[in-house]
T-cell receptor, first 112, second 113 residues
Framework: GNSVTQMEGPVTLSEEAFLTINCTYT??????LFWYVQYPGEGLQLLLK?????DKGSNKGFEATYRKETTSFHLEKGSVQVSDSAVYFC???????????FGQGTRLTINP | KAGVTQTPRYLIKTRGQQVTLSCSPI?????VSWYQQTPGQGLQFLFE???????NKGNFPGRFSGRQFSNSRSEMNVSTLELGDSALYLC????????????FGEGSRLTVL
């Protein structure tokens, strides 16, 4: 079946630190991969996406590269800010379906 | 442009009752999906509607049902509530079919006592 595994949180970093949140997946077919973010008190928002192998999604300083050989889609940011504190979800959809399979989520806290 | 609106935001029910949750998608969006979010199971897909037709369904019992109206507004219903149905129910809409790019509402938090 299809599944997503994220690194367990919570993750606590200082401002301007480098961030990596690991995500690996198992899928039948050729999935599209996503990172969604949930800020406190808000709904989930799409952060970035990649639809095929070697694609790099990027937004707001965050990046993730679709690695088919390692079935991974790790989220990175070079210098985090306090405003990046949120819960981050890795997700996949298979064959263009609107049905998303989510990872468990990683809570990130950035301290000033 | 207004976002996805879910009502009610919070509700408390007792076991055996039924509940109806409502979702108004972003104007022009014809696809509406529902997800259940719990601390133990995370985010799980319930169903997706497009132009009043259910296109996909998750692995939930038949107590969970939904529908979509001609104006794209959607409702989901849970009958014979169980304690384990306590969760945040999220609605998402999409203007581009089959992309996985969803716009989520803030959710309806259901507590079953």
């Amino acid at each position: 079946g299809n599944s997503v595994t994220q690194m367990e949180g919570p993750v606590t970093l200082s401002e301007e630190a480098f961030l990596t949140i690991n995500c690996t997946y198992t899928a039948t077919g050729y999935p599209s991969l996503f990172w969604y973010v949930q800020y406190p008190g808000e709904g989930l928002q799409l952060l970035l996406k990649a639809t095929k192998a070697d694609d790099k999604g990027s937004n707001k300083g965050f990046e993730a590269t679709y690695r088919k050989e390692t079935t991974s889609f790790h989220l990175e940011k070079g210098s985090v800010q306090v405003s990046d504190s949120a819960v981050y979800f890795c997700a996949l959809s298979v064959e263009g379906a609107q049905k998303l399979v989510f990872g468990q989520g990683t809570r990130l806290t950035i301290n000033p | 442009k207004a976002g996805v609106t879910q009502t009610p935001r919070y509700l408390i029910k007792t076991r055996g009752q039924q509940v109806t949750l409502s979702c108004s998608p972003i104007s022009g969006h014809r696809s509406v999906s529902w997800y259940q979010q719990t601390p133990g199971q995370g985010l799980q897909f319930l169903f997706e509607y497009f132009s009043e037709t259910q296109r996909n369904k998750g692995n939930f019992p038949g107590r969970f049902s939904g529908r979509q109206f001609s104006n794209s507004r959607s409702e989901m219903n849970v009958s014979t509530l169980e304690l384990g149905d306590s969760a945040l129910y999220l609605c998402a809409s999409s203007g581009q079919p089959n992309t996985g790019e969803l716009f989520f509402g803030e959710g309806s938090r259901l507590t079953v006592l």
